[in-house]
């Protein structure tokens, strides 16, 4: 097979420091929409300011350049070992070129590898393979700390927050993990849920719901109107771009439904910050394209 | 925009209040997790005997943050074969892991200035009030625009501990920051956090 080792490479580049058309067209969106003067605008102005500068000098958006969450869907009888390979080259290389910060830290020893390779964890790297004829698509997302910190789970019934079995409850619990992570998160952000699942899949699950674009409709007309509740109540909430106080606090909600255990009802929040770097490869023959 | 230059005297962070935009120059060091357990460890509780480059290193950055201030930062940095150093992306990491050892670190040091996103809870204001002292909130993840305002890296300490943690030494001119908590005891955060939270307990109450 082909060594892509390169269009990897630019697939890492362009998401690091070139941020999608949608989020920034929501950004953009927000900041009109703060009041004039406010510390909210100001925050959003240097967002917009800092997205512009990064794409002009090929320079990463934000210093934290998350986790690398590789998302491969290949088409039947592609090596998985060799893409990896090739990921996992593109990643070192990546870093010596400063795209990315060297960000992977052995939990025991507290060493740094220094080139954001780890184990078989780190990088992230999803396969999942589709028919013989389809193109390889490569999704990539990197995920901030700060805002990974910020994710919850919760376990329904929550007494405390009054929380049924229900969406009702969802709505509830989702609500409360966007008013605990206040500005901390680099609001405003995205949401991205998952209800039902084992608490491994739920998370999984939740990322997942993070590859498609702000403002997608969700095909389930329930959850749909559900995600648009909680973004409408969640920027009622005023936190505001920073944790500064202001009118926009979520940019977007995507809820996914899971089957579950009868004993279990898992709510998982990932939140994505406003550095929402998202990037799509496809390649298909000889053509490479990037969205 | 006010402009302030570093050092700060006393006079001055009085005068700053909650919600208040200012532009930063002069030299200023990083420092974040590691740096803060390090240092809390070694030359505050002293849990842990000096090694190595320790001591050098403490009286190296004393000077520095004597009515200085430290930046919670990660940066990403060019340079790092030659050690000729540049940062390349140097936006502002979550602050309140720090919360633990911040203001005995503001105290030892004499800090008037803490820079991060995200804001810190009660000791750290209560250490604002003391020292005086002031938090600075810069835009997260705003990591290329701030870079810009990084003229020259000075020096870096400790890059053992990894290029995000070490304490790198540079000089900035005009960086963007908000003052959120102030050294009067008030705090951006505490005011939007105490909203939030009621405005929560209205929509848990009410069905859609």
Redesign the interface.
């Known amino acids: 097979m082909k060594d892509l080792t390169d269009q990897i490479l630019e697939l890492i580049r362009r998401t690091s420091t070139d941020l999608p058309e949608d989020v920034e067209a929501a950004l953009r969106a927000a900041y009109e929409r703060e009041d004039e003067g406010s510390?909210a605008r100001?925050?959003l102005e240097?967002?917009l300011?800092?997205v512009a500068?990064?794409r002009e000098?090929a320079?990463?958006?934000?210093?934290?350049?998350g986790t690398l969450l590789f998302y491969v869907h290949y088409p039947e009888g592609m090596s998985t070992r060799k893409l990896r390979r090739m990921i996992q080259e593109a990643v070192i290389r990546a870093t010596e070129r400063?795209y990315?910060?060297?960000?992977s830290?052995n939990a025991i020893t507290?060493?740094?590898t220094?080139n954001n390779t780890g184990d078989e964890y780190y990088p992230a790297i999803h396969f999942e393979e589709v028919d013989a004829d389809q193109p390889l698509v490569i999704d990539l997302m990197l995920k901030?700390?700060?805002c990974e910190?910020v994710g919850a789970q919760y376990k329904l019934p929550d007494n405390r927050?009054?929380a049924g079995r229900d969406l009702?409850g969802v709505?509830?619990v989702v609500?409360?993990a966007v008013?605990q992570a206040?500005?901390?998160g680099?609001a405003p952000g995205v949401l991205g849920v998952a209800v039902g699942g084992d608490r491994g899949s739920s998370f999984l699950a939740s990322k997942e719901t993070l590859l498609t674009r702000i403002g997608e409709p969700n095909p389930d007309p329930t959850l749909e109107a559900l995600e648009d509740?909680i973004t409408e109540?969640a920027n009622?909430?005023?936190?505001?771009p920073?944790?500064?106080?202001g009118k926009t606090t979520v940019l977007d909600t995507r809820i996914a439904g899971l089957h579950r255990l009868p004993a279990s009802y898992f709510v998982s929040v990932s939140y994505m910050?406003?550095?929402y770097r998202r990037r799509k490869m496809i390649v298909d023959g000889d053509q490479v394209r990037y969205e | 925009m006010r402009k302030i230059t570093l050092p700060i005297d006393d006079e001055t962070i009085r005068s700053l209040k909650a919600g208040d935009p200012v532009l930063l120059s002069g030299v200023m060091i990083t420092g974040r997790d590691a740096v803060h357990k390090w240092i809390t460890d070694t030359f505050i509780k002293k849990t842990r005997a000096p090694q190595g480059d320790d001591l050098e290193t403490y009286e190296a950055i004393k000077p520095l943050l004597d009515g200085g201030v430290i930046y919670h930062c990660g940066p990403v940095v060019a340079g790092l074969e030659s050690g000729d150093y540049r940062f390349v992306a140097a936006g502002p990491t979550t602050s309140i892991r720090e919360e633990p050892y911040q203001g005995d670190v503001m105290r030892h040091f004499n800090i008037k200035g803490v820079i991060g996103k995200g804001g810190m809870g009660a000791k750290t204001l209560q250490a604002c009030q003391e020292v005086p002292a002031v938090y600075f909130h810069a835009i997260g993840g705003a990591a290329s625009l701030i870079a810009q305002c990084v003229q020259r890296v000075v020096g870096v300490y400790k890059l053992d501990f990894g290029v995000p943690e070490a304490i790198w030494v540079i000089e900035v001119k005009d960086f963007p920051v908000v003052v959120t908590m102030d050294s009067h005891g008030n705090s951006l955060h505490q005011e939007v956090e105490a909203r939030a939270r009621e405005k929560l307990a209205d929509l848990l109450q009410s069905a859609v």
């Open positions: 510390a100001g925050a240097t967002i300011r800092n500068l990064a000098n320079t990463p958006i934000c210093q934290d350049t400063n990315l910060r060297p960000n830290v507290g060493k740094n220094g901030g700390g700060g910190n927050l009054g009702e709505r509830k609500l409360d008013a206040q500005g901390r680099c509740t109540q009622q909430l005023g936190i505001g920073m944790g500064f106080g910050c406003w550095a």
